[in-house]
């Protein structure tokens, strides 16, 4: 049975940064395109940070570029989002997802992902 495990989501004054980490067991990240997605109370749910299987697309949101970072850590199994200049904005329930595949169509992967693994979610709020 697949589990995702999201951690490190927190309270941060703006300014502050943050990193998320994911964890997976039945899983391999190394095996499967991943990502980070958040949903803000009254919001639909967005991609933030995603990368293909192969590691050769990387999709970060225009909201997100420049201080969001999506890696993984292929030995440990680990992904991680490293937030940089957290905004209030940024506050919302942060989601990391793994799917084995991708329809066609452009560069956002985060649209492309398709039955994807979800983890429970771990909440970050930005203080202003």
């Known amino acids: 049975q697949v589990q995702v495990m999201e951690s490190g989501g927190g309270l941060v004054q703006a300014g502050g940064s943050l990193r998320l980490s994911c964890t997976a067991v039945?899983?391999?990240?190394?095996?499967?395109?991943v990502g980070w997605f958040r949903q803000a109370p009254g919001k639909k749910r967005e991609g933030v940070s995603c990368?293909?299987?192969?590691?050769?697309?990387?999709y970060d949101a225009d909201s997100v570029k420049g201080r969001f970072a999506i890696s993984r850590d292929k030995p440990n199994n680990t992904l991680y989002l490293q937030m940089f200049n957290l905004k209030p904005e940024d506050t919302a329930s942060y989601y990391c997802?793994?799917?084995?595949?991708?329809?066609?169509?452009?560069?956002?992967?985060?649209?492309?992902?398709?039955?994807?693994?979800w983890g429970q979610g771990t909440q970050v709020f930005v203080s202003s």
């Open positions: 039945g899983l391999h990240f190394s095996t499967h395109n």
């Open positions: 997802a793994a799917a084995p595949g991708i329809v066609a169509g452009t560069s956002n992967i985060c649209d492309r992902m398709r039955a994807i693994h």
């Open positions: 990368l293909s299987k192969d590691g050769s697309i990387i």
